[in-house]
């Protein structure tokens, strides 16, 4: 090989960026190899392009020769190289290459002679029939000698030779500059076009570029036709394989075109009309790339939505191409394709520029526009002026978003005349609207910004459209190339094209082409008008898409359809006006951008977006989303793979934003693997204008990064990111983005407002980069400029929001963070911590920052900010800060931004701290039991004594977050009287965070700064130790998924623990815990972490606690014996003695023991516990008052036989005593803590009042507010034994807050028959407030449905009540529950109760357990039976009756329960037993001591949700239940599996 000499030209002087790095020589050089040398380093050259052109250096040149042979291709028309689906060259079978070595005994020498090489310049005719005989003239030089033809003598041999498309053309006279030649029948079928001319003794010709012959049939000439019958209209024309047309005139409105040959545009003005134009395996031309058509063509193509014949795939209305075959290859690239490939080749007149921008403002009213570039655009041209105002979005009501805006200020104008600088137009009329011309220079660089409205030239000289009936149902023409095709369009225009609301009805259209988008493009062509979309390409690769102009287009416009596409290249394409489609395709047609896509590996360079919804529209799916290619659908993952490549990107003036992703981009090395690591994705240099929303907008992103960009005068926010979630790198979870170190933002310029604009314009942004959801998210060498009083970032979008809601806690890095005429940095969120690095953003460098819990301040470290609002006489308020560490007072601003209106500011007193003590977020997720969840936490800092309660967080991690300042004492409770958590999950910091602080000092070579914090939480009952088990895999699951946290299950273990040491916390090893005292616990976290300490992704710093009242071996030694026969009593007067006696004591009944309780007057007692029998004697109204009852044995109110007060009418009635704050009195038993004011039932409890034949009854006929009386229907046989004194509570029927219309009135006669009204009739005094409603509602068809009110009794013989409940209802309540040993027998007691007839009054505890509760820790087999019938239920503080009763069946039957809070009948999950059969549930409403959580206001709060009946589980049956009066749900339950089976007739 010769000796190959380089010569230097350029260096890299700056460091190259990632993807593409663009190098413009200066000078001119010439060469025939580019040498490439990198440095050593992380640089990694993937890939690298040189554009120049192919010269000639000299006349002679030294060359290398190297024999080479290949074969023809086998099953193949053409030779096209294939190249792999995936990219890459590859051989193909039957392209054999058989090569020698380089020659290297003797140089080769070839000597190149432009004066004596034979030229052709140009021939005439360009095509002839295909019968032969056409005469050509040839002109050229260097043909040599003159020379004629002797007609005489055949033999005489030409001193040239011509050959057409490889026939032969018989010479019949030669000259030096021209030669004639007359063409040979063109015999064996259509041959590529080709020119070839060899003179005898020198060689062949060099031909000028553009000469080639076509043998061509006139469609004008009717012996093209067969039986000389040329076209008429609605003909089928077919032009079949082997034959070319050459169309030569306008055609009439034909049916059909089918093209398997060729058919060619002659150079003239030509019309082609069809309903159908399909180039199946055939060639289509309209010019070509070398010789594009310069005169004007126009295809119109005619069709009707409702009667037009759709043909498979290519539909109608079509201009369409396709293979022979018609079909994809299914099974790839790889695939032999039969038949023949079509190709379709419309090339229109070049351009100077097909679009541009304006050098000067446009102002409305004005004729004249002034452009940036010189254009050859010409009078009568139609052009787009581009809007420089956001247009807005409409909502029509219909509930669709996005109905079409109608104040797009992009206009269409003509153009009069222009000048002669080509630069200068004046229009037919004048402009509607203002167009500005403007500019902006980045401080950080001197990059000139372009802020110039764009000119578009609509006009093209080949017309490619709709009918004029297009517009009728918005059904235009489309093209389309499908399978295999070469599809090759520039310069055309597209005028009505696409059909709305159909599927690959588009105007340019590249379908399932595969990989034969190599050869395919789509440049300089003018979309306008269109009902669907501008250009789309579908399972194809490679396309290059370049320069078009899509201008008012319904739907997404330039479309990347299923997420298989790859490697093709959008560049300068510019979009604007994309239109919203209200139905029939994509749901995110309502909001349509100008780019979307659903592949991620393609190309975007130097496009445009303008108005529309969005500029790019990223909605990836996990999987490609086509059926047809289902080969690609598990090797293809758009939502994990990478761009291709993005440069100088520009989006202005849309009504959303320029970038949205939605819903997910999380980038992996492997896109199909989340776990195969980050592969972090720089979007670079975009210029964002104006847009209504953001410049980027993402909902869930993984390593994103946008660097270098120019965000200008956007409308809400510049940046918003919801969710961050980031890929692992394996399956121990490490987040290698932390450690790379990219910024997520870099080498940015945020600009509020322009300076040109200031005093005219304000920033309305809520805050210029809204941070997203997740650590460690990092923003470096950006700037803001011209903000004024908004601020810079912002954290934890969307966290308020139920949707999406996160806790909050965030750090986000900062570093190298500028800002001019923006004092408002920080908009602490959601206890958002920022981290600033090198103390650009607060000074300090190192620090963090976030809002003032008040247990954070006053620590070594910090200094605080407190902003005050003073608000003088005439309601002008003004603003003073206070710096801790000045102790300065001033009326500047502070790098915090608050108002009087952010609540979770105002409770803070608005301030802020700023420490070089680390800030960490602390988490104390999932605790138990249930009743705190929605609660407060009050945090106490335990040597300054400053506290403040943290809201609770249903989401994210279940609990409560907080930063917290590091190195400090903190203890913990929730924030409700009597209420605390016995087990939680704890974690301190992210491991993220401290493995980059490990990895920072490490590097440089420091010891790592200590920090600690020691968490002590504070119970309400006694406790005897607490188990610690760390890690916690919950928490490690939660922070890198599924997989990781069942893996890190292995590495937990349970720590020991001890009575916690006095000692300084900074000295405690890490995970140290134990007991303060009974009522108190304290654990210490530490960093660094000790040697033999779990690993980073094992979340060394989480625990869980579990709380436990006995010691391991349990509280109780023994249980007593249960089911025990009692022959004969003993009488309370006679065991215990009077009323007087026993007063304030505690009581035992011993096991042995029967005792009668016949004491007249109330027994007041401390406790009672029961381990014999305690039954109840009726002649006499009996009162029992105790603070606890225990019931191991048996008690007995009345009988199933004679139940209590039947036969007496007297009454018995337990009443529960106590106060929350009385923990002395808490009841427990082994883990079980009951409080006070407890009856507890862990042996039997059986109570029978006297009967009630009808619980509840309805209305008979509708009550007024002031009636006294009341007729009810009637549903059985029996006597109503509702007597005078009676209790009747009547249920609402209006809406209005119901509960509280929910009446109690006690009966004045005994109810009576009452035959007018065919019901009982009662009587009462008082009015009962509002209407109650009773009356049959006709529902259609000579239907109707009963709505009447319901009427309970609530009095009882038995009645268990509670002695002075508090404010926060503090009743007392009965439980029945389960007892479980720690013997090695498991030894189980288990209570049982049937309750009937009893009224339960005044019961549950306000926010901590129901009235009524069955609970039991297990299933049993036998179970115990539990029956409530006939009961009432009223005034409960809690649920009436919440059963977490395991497989227990618990029969409810006929129970009426009125005026409960927080809901009536409660069934938790995993309660399986429940029969549920005809009980009215009358008023339910929220407690005002229910769990609250606001949503970053104090408007906006989030409640529990209550129901008359909760059902967590199905129960057996549900069957005739009413509840009326609820103020929210009435039933909630899973719907039951069809066919309904015990779930029927209930009402609400």
């Not at 690769?541 to 299923?562: A, C, L, Q, S």
Request: hydrophobic share 35%; with cysteine; proline share 5%.
């Amino acid at each position: 090989m010769p000796a190959i000499t380089s010569t230097h030209v350029h260096t890299v002087s700056r460091s190259p960026k990632m993807l593409w790095n663009e190098v413009t020589l200066s000078t001119a050089v010439l060469g025939r190899f580019v040498r490439f040398f990198s440095p050593s380093g992380n640089c990694q050259l993937t890939e690298m392009q040189i554009i120049g052109q192919m010269v000639a250096p000299s006349s002679d040149c030294q060359v290398a020769v190297r024999n080479v042979r290949r074969s023809q291709a086998q099953n193949l028309n053409m030779d096209l190289n294939r190249v792999n689906w995936r990219g890459g060259v590859h051989p193909i079978a039957g392209f054999l290459e058989v090569a020698s070595p380089w020659a290297t005994s003797s140089p080769a020498q070839i000597t190149f002679s432009a004066s004596i090489t034979p030229t052709v310049t140009s021939i005439e005719p360009t095509n002839g029939t295909a019968r032969g005989g056409t005469v050509v003239n040839v002109t050229g030089s260097n043909f040599g000698a003159d020379w004629v033809a002797d007609g005489d003598n055949s033999d005489a041999t030409s001193p040239v030779t011509v050959e057409l498309n490889q026939y032969p053309c018989v010479v019949t006279q030669v000259a030096s500059s021209w030669l004639l030649c007359t063409t040979t029948p063109r015999n064996q079928g259509i041959r590529s076009p080709s020119f070839r001319v060899t003179v005898a003794g020198v060689g062949l010709a060099l031909n000028a570029p553009g000469i080639r012959w076509r043998y061509l049939d006139r469609w004008s000439q009717l012996d093209t036709w067969a039986n000389q019958e040329p076209p008429m209209e609605g003909a089928l024309v077919s032009i079949p394989s082997g034959q070319a047309i050459l169309l030569d005139e306008d055609t009439p409105q034909i049916l059909m075109l089918t093209v398997e040959g060729d058919l060619v545009f002659d150079n003239k003005d030509i019309h082609l009309q069809a309903t159908y134009i399909w180039v199946k395996g055939g060639a289509f031309e309209i010019g070509t790339e070398a010789k594009p058509y310069l005169h004007r063509a126009r295809i119109t193509l005619y069709g009707n939505k409702y009667s037009t014949i759709r043909l498979p795939v290519i539909g109608g209305k079509c201009l369409a191409l396709s293979n022979t075959h018609f079909t994809y290859r299914e099974y790839g690239d790889n695939a032999v394709e039969p038949g023949n490939i079509g190709t379709m080749d419309i090339h229109g007149k070049p351009r100077l520029r097909v679009w541009t921008n304006l050098a000067q403002t446009a102002l409305a009213g004005d004729r004249v526009i002034v452009l940036q570039e010189i254009v050859d655009w010409e009078p009568g041209d139609e052009l787009m002026v581009a809007a420089t105002e956001a247009s807005h979005k409409h909502f029509s009501g219909n509930g669709l978003h996005g109905a079409p805006p109608v104040d797009f200020q992009n206009e269409r104008v003509f153009i009069q005349s222009v000048a002669s600088d080509m630069k200068t137009i004046t229009l037919t009329a004048p402009l509607e609207f203002e167009h500005r011309s403007t500019y902006y220079v980045r401080p950080t660089d001197n990059e000139y910004i372009d802020l110039s409205a764009e000119v578009a030239l609509l006009s093209r000289n080949i017309k490619i459209e709709g009918d004029p009936t297009s517009e009728l149902d918005s059904w235009g023409g489309h093209t389309m190339v499908a399978f295999g095709g070469i599809y090759r369009i520039e310069n055309a225009e597209f005028f009505r094209m696409g059909q709305q609301g159909e599927m690959s009805r588009y105007p340019i259209h590249f379908h399932i082409t595969q990989d034969f988008g190599q050869y395919c493009y789509a440049r300089y062509n003018s979309i306008h008008h269109s009902f669907q979309r501008a250009v789309a390409i579908h399972s194809t690769n490679y396309v290059d898409v370049k320069g078009n102009v899509g201008f008012d287009i319904v739907g997404h416009m330039f479309f990347v359809e299923t997420g298989m596409e790859m490697h093709n290249r959008l560049e300068g394409n510019l979009g604007v006006g994309a239109i919203p489609l209200l139905s029939g395709m994509l749901e995110s047609d309502q909001e349509p951008a100008a780019f979307w896509t659903a592949a991620m590996n393609n190309v975007w360079v130097d496009n445009v977006a303008v108005t529309g919804s969005d500029g790019w529209y990223f909605q990836l799916p996990k999987q490609p989303i086509s059926h047809n290619m289902d080969v690609y659908s598990k090797s293809i993952c758009p939502i994990g793979d990478r761009i291709g490549d993005w440069q100088r990107n520009r989006c202005h003036h849309t009504s959303g934003s320029c970038i949205r992703v939605y819903l997910t981009w999380i980038p992996t090395k492997d896109p199909c693997s989340p776990t195969s690591g980050e592969n972090p994705q720089i979007l670079f240099n975009t210029t964002c204008w104006g847009n209504s929303f953001a410049c980027f907008n993402s909902m869930l992103q993984g390593s994103i990064h946008l660097h270098h960009v120019t965000a200008v005068e956007q409308g809400k926010q510049d940046y918003v990111g919801v969710k961050f979630n980031r890929g692992r790198a394996d399956l121990r979870g490490f987040w290698p983005t932390d450690y790379q170190g990219i910024p997520h933002i870099k080498d940015t310029v945020f600009v509020g407002v322009l300076p040109q604009d200031l005093g005219t314009k304000h920033s309305h942004v809520a805050a210029s980069v809204k941070l997203p959801q997740d650590e460690s998210f990092f923003v470096a060498n950006t700037h803001w400029v011209n903000y004024e009083t908004r601020p810079a970032m912002r954290g934890c979008t969307k966290c308020w929001t139920v949707a999406k809601w996160r806790q909050g806690a965030h750090t986000y890095r900062v570093s190298g963070v500028s800002f001019d005429n923006t004092p408002r940095r920080l908009h602490v969120e959601k206890k958002d911590i920022y981290w600033d690095l090198d103390g650009s953003l607060t000074g300090t460098e190192n620090s963090y920052s976030t809002w003032a819990d008040a247990f954070n301040l006053g620590l070594a470290g910090c200094k605080t900010t407190k902003i005050t609002f003073n608000e003088s006489a005439d309601g002008t308020v003004t603003e003073t800060t206070w710096f801790s560490d000045t102790d300065l007072i001033t009326q500047a601003p502070s790098l915090f931004y608050t108002t009087t209106e952010l609540y979770e500011h105002r409770i803070r007193n608005h301030s802020f701290i700023t420490c070089t003590t680390p800030i960490r977020k602390v988490n104390i997720a999932s605790p138990d039991p249930l009743i705190v969840h929605g609660r407060e936490l009050t945090i106490t800092n335990q040597d300054t004594g400053l506290f403040d309660n943290i809201m609770f967080e249903m989401y994210e991690v279940f609990g409560w977050a907080f930063p917290v300042v590091a190195n400090q004492r903190l203890a913990v409770i929730p924030n409700f009287p009597g209420m605390e958590f016995q087990t939680a999950y704890l974690r301190y910091s992210h491991s993220d965070l401290l493995a980059l602080k490990e990895k920072n000092a490490l590097k440089n070579r420091q010891t790592v700064e200590p920090e600690w914090l020691q968490l002590q939480v504070d119970f309400v009952m006694n406790y005897n130790h607490v188990k610690l088990t760390s890690p916690a895999a919950k928490m490690v699951g939660e922070r890198r998924g599924k997989d990781a946290g069942l893996q890190a299950g292995t590495f937990e273990k349970e720590l020991p623990y001890i009575s916690m040491p006095a000692q300084p916390p900074a000295t405690l090893p890490a995970m140290t815990h134990g007991m303060k005292g009974d009522k108190s616990w304290a654990m210490s976290f530490r960093f660094p972490l000790p040697a033999g300490a779990p690993s980073w992704d094992q979340e060394p710093l989480s625990a869980q606690f579990e709380a436990r009242p006995c010691p391991d071996e349990g509280c109780i030694s023994g249980l007593p014996p249960q089911d025990l026969n009692w022959t004969s009593y003993t009488l309370w007067s006679e065991k215990f003695g009077d009323a007087n006696a026993v007063r304030g004591t505690t009581i035992e009944i011993k096991m042995e023991d029967w005792i009668m309780f016949d004491i007249r007057s109330e027994v007041v007692l401390k406790n009672l516990t029961i381990f014999g029998k305690l039954s109840f004697d009726d002649t006499a109204n009996r009162v029992l008052t105790a603070g606890n009852i225990l019931v191991w044995g048996v008690l007995e109110i009345g009988t199933q036989a004679r139940p209590f007060g039947k036969d007496t009418g007297r009454s018995a009635t337990i009443r529960l005593s106590g106060q929350v704050s009385e923990t002395q009195d808490y009841l427990y038993l082994e883990d079980n803590s009951f409080w006070n004011k407890v009856l507890g039932v862990v042996g039997t409890m059986e109570t029978y009042g006297a009967p009630v034949t009808d619980t509840w009854l309805k209305l008979a006929t509708t009550l007024d507010s002031a009636d006294e009386t009341a007729c009810l229907l009637n549903t059985s046989t029996e006597v109503l034994d509702w007597p005078s004194g009676s209790l009747v509570s009547f249920a609402p029927t209006e809406f209005d807050n119901p509960a509280d219309d929910v009446v109690t009135r006690t009966l004045t006669q005994d109810a009576v028959w009452d035959d007018s009204c065919g019901g009982w009739r009662l009587h009462w005094s008082g009015s009962l407030g509002k209407t109650r409603f009773a009356g049959d509602v006709p529902v259609g068809n000579g239907n109707s449905v009963s709505l009447r009110a319901v009427v309970g009794r609530v009095d009882r013989s038995v009645i268990i009540t509670s002695v002075d409940r508090d404010s926060n209802n503090y009743g007392g309540h009965l439980e029945i529950f389960d007892v479980k040993l720690q013997d090695v027998a498991s030894t189980t007691r288990v209570g049982k109760a049937t309750l009937k007839y009893t009224r339960f009054h005044q019961l549950g505890k306000g926010a901590l357990i129901a009235a009524v509760k069955v609970s039991y820790s297990s299933g049993f087999d036998p179970p115990p039976v539990n029956i409530f019938d006939g009961c009432s239920w009223t005034s409960s503080g809690e649920y009436a009756l919440h059963l977490a009763s395991g497989n227990v069946p618990v029969i409810i039957s006929n129970n009426v329960m009125v005026d409960s809070l927080n809901g009536g009948l409660f069934v938790s999950h995993g309660s399986s037993g429940a029969q549920i059969v005809r009980n009215a549930v009358i008023g339910v409403k929220m407690a005002d001591t229910a769990p609250r959580v606001t949503l970053g206001t104090d408007t906006k709060l989030q409640v529990i949700t209550y129901a008359g009946i909760r059902l967590d589980h199905e129960p057996v049956r549900m069957i005739g239940n009413i509840v009326a009066g609820s103020n929210d749900i009435g039933f909630m339950l899973q719907a039951e599996q069809c066919p309904p089976k015990g779930i029927f007739d209930n009402e609400y």
